[in-house]
């Protein structure tokens, strides 16, 4: 479905460990789902600073701060998500769901291990776009989050037969996104 239907794009056809002589976290093709990056153009961690109060019915973009993208001495580069903080970030994929494939994104283990939840979020039948993702640092430590590496998995589910609505056929507010999309009703 990656190659026929651009299922996901860009697409890694098996897990990527290493980018020239750098270790990674992994991303790309696993058995029954891919692993997706965290894309660099896009990241925002909320903050008390300029931020009033977080209403989904009219979401303050002044609730969330840009922090500085930090470089490793390896190259890699990664911004340092502090203890208990709560950050939006995308996927560098961008998804193009058939009617009859249903997803969930789920938290990489070994993110979960340095104390990082990721929203569990679905990927809808007939949904279009990059995928947001919510990141809570549980720990009471910094994290790295590593740019244009793995972040989140998704796992894929698909039916014997189309489904009857789908999120294009209810005009899904979150249909086409191709950032960083904040709140909306
Ligand atoms: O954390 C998330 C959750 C969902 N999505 C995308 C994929 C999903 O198919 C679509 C709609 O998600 P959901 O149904 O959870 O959104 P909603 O709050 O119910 O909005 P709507 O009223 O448009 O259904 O948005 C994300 O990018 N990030």
Same mark, same amino acid.
């Given at each position: ?23 990674? %976290? ?22 008390? %600073? ?66 990082? %939840? ?68």
């Amino acid at each position: 479905m990656c190659e026929e239907y651009h299922l996901i794009s860009p697409f890694e056809r098996q897990l990527i460990r290493q980018v020239e002589d750098r270790r990674i %976290i992994s991303c790309g093709l696993s058995s029954y789902g891919y692993d997706c990056r965290l894309a660099k153009d896009e990241f925002k961690v909320f903050s008390p %600073i300029q931020g009033t109060e977080v209403d989904p019915k009219n979401f303050n973009p002044n609730n969330l701060l840009d922090i500085p993208l930090r470089t490793a001495a390896d190259g890699s580069q990664y911004w340092l998500l502090p203890p208990h903080s709560y950050a939006l970030g995308v996927t560098i994929e961008q998804f193009q769901m058939p009617r009859n494939v249903t997803a969930i994104a789920l938290g990489k283990s070994t993110y979960a291990r340095c104390g990082l %939840i990721q929203n569990t979020t679905p990927l809808e039948a007939d949904w279009k776009g990059r995928l947001v993702i919510e990141l809570y640092n549980a720990a009471n430590l910094p994290v790295r989050l590593y740019a244009e590496e793995g972040f989140v998995q998704i796992i894929f589910f698909e039916s014997d037969e189309d489904c009857a609505v789908s999120y294009r056929d209810r005009a899904g507010k979150y249909q086409g996104q191709s950032g960083l999309t904040l709140a909306k009703v």
